[in-house]
C-alpha cells in the first residue's frame, strides 16, 4: 500500500504559479498510475492531469490543458504538478492520488492524499 502526502498549495494571484508535489512511501510508485484531482466547494472532484507509470503517458483536462504541467520522478518517489497562468476557477483543494492501473477518471484511483488547498485571487 501506498501513502500520499502532498504539498505547495497556497494563495496566489491570478496569472501567478505554484507547484504541488506529492511524495509517496511504503511503495515505489513506479507501479502506479498518478494523478491529480481537484475539489471545489459545492463541487464534485474532478480529474486534473494524469501520468502513466514510466511517463509515457500524460492526460490533462481542458480547463488546464497548456497551463499544467504533470511530471514524475520515480528515483524520488514524487509526482508534481506544475500551475502556471492560474485563475480564480482553478481554487480548490488537490489531491493526489496512485491506481495501479491507468485511469482518467477519479472514481477509479485506489489511494489517495489528504489533499492542499489553492487559493487563487482575482
Known amino acids: 500500500q501506498v501513502q500520499l502526502v502532498e504539498s505547495g498549495g497556497g494563495l496566489v494571484q491570478a496569472g501567478g504559479s505554484l507547484r504541488l508535489s506529492c511524495a509517496a512511501s511504503?511503495?515505489?510508485?513506479?507501479?502506479?498510475?498518478m494523478g491529480w484531482f481537484r475539489q471545489a466547494p459545492g463541487k464534485e472532484r474532478a480529474t486534473v492531469a494524469v501520468?502513466?507509470?514510466?511517463?509515457?503517458?500524460?492526460y490533462y483536462s481542458d480547463s488546464v490543458k497548456g497551463r499544467f504541467t504533470i511530471s514524475r520522478d520515480n528515483a524520488k518517489n514524487t509526482v508534481y504538478l506544475q500551475m502556471s497562468s492560474l485563475k480564480p476557477e482553478d481554487t480548490a483543494v488537490y489531491y493526489c492520488?496512485?491506481?495501479?492501473?491507468?485511469?482518467?477518471?477519479?472514481?477509479?484511483?485506489?489511494?489517495w492524499g489528504k489533499g492542499t488547498l489553492v487559493t487563487v485571487s482575482s
Open positions: 501520468i502513466s507509470r514510466y511517463g509515457s503517458t500524460t
Open positions: 492520488a496512485a491506481d495501479p492501473n491507468y485511469s482518467t477518471t477519479y472514481k477509479a484511483m485506489d489511494y
Open positions: 511504503g511503495r515505489t510508485i513506479s507501479t502506479y498510475t
